[in-house]
């Protein structure tokens, strides 16, 4: 972009690329900072939400068995009281919902999440737990097996808010 004074602003080149590094490492340096945390989980519950419903529509038997596979797999961790483990198979979980939607943007999106925030999955665990996991994830696929996409997109919403809620009882710590 180039203004010139009284005349306007002009497009000096159409390439965008450098639009995508705004932002970058201003607010995210601190890989547990609590804003950063609730950022995340309110974008979770605005994403999965309505891709548990588009995943309900159009799941095939192949992702549907991936879910499975998975949630048994989180289940064996658990008993195995091997967190690493359960987090793993539980972003799995997560991104197959995402690639069942068939939606680019939304599989892109959860990818670069899950991949660049790994330790805020970790982290959760370490403060949430899995018992609540397991059974969202098991209602989750029942609902996706119905194809009750309604069903679906609620489950999701009820599973990633009692994480923000139990997490982080909509309180912002004092600085």
């Not at 609590?34 to 309505?50: A, D, G, K, N, P």
Request: glycine share 4%; net charge negative; aromatic share 12%.
């Amino acid at each position: 972009m180039e203004s010139i004074h009284g005349k306007g602003t002009y497009l000096k080149s159409n390439d965008l690329n450098s639009l995508g590094n705004r932002g970058k490492g201003r607010e995210y340096k601190d890989p547990f900072n609590y804003r950063s945390m609730v950022s995340l989980l309110e974008f979770r519950l605005i994403i999965e939400t309505e891709a548990a419903y588009y995943a309900a529509k159009r799941m095939t038997d192949e992702h549907l068995s991936n879910l499975k596979i998975y949630l048994e797999k989180m289940q064996m961790a658990v008993n195995a009281n091997d967190p690493k483990t359960f987090v793993h198979y539980d972003m799995c979980f997560h991104l197959e919902i995402a690639y069942s939607t068939g939606n680019p943007f939304i599989i892109e999106s959860l990818q670069n999440v899950f991949v660049e925030k790994a330790d805020y999955f970790y982290m959760l665990n370490e403060n949430y737990g899995y018992i609540d996991g397991i059974y969202y994830h098991t209602l989750l696929v029942k609902a996706i097996e119905m194809k009750d996409a309604i069903k679906a997109r609620r489950t999701m919403r009820n599973h990633v808010q009692k994480i923000l809620e139990d997490t982080f009882h909509e309180e912002e710590p004092t600085e």
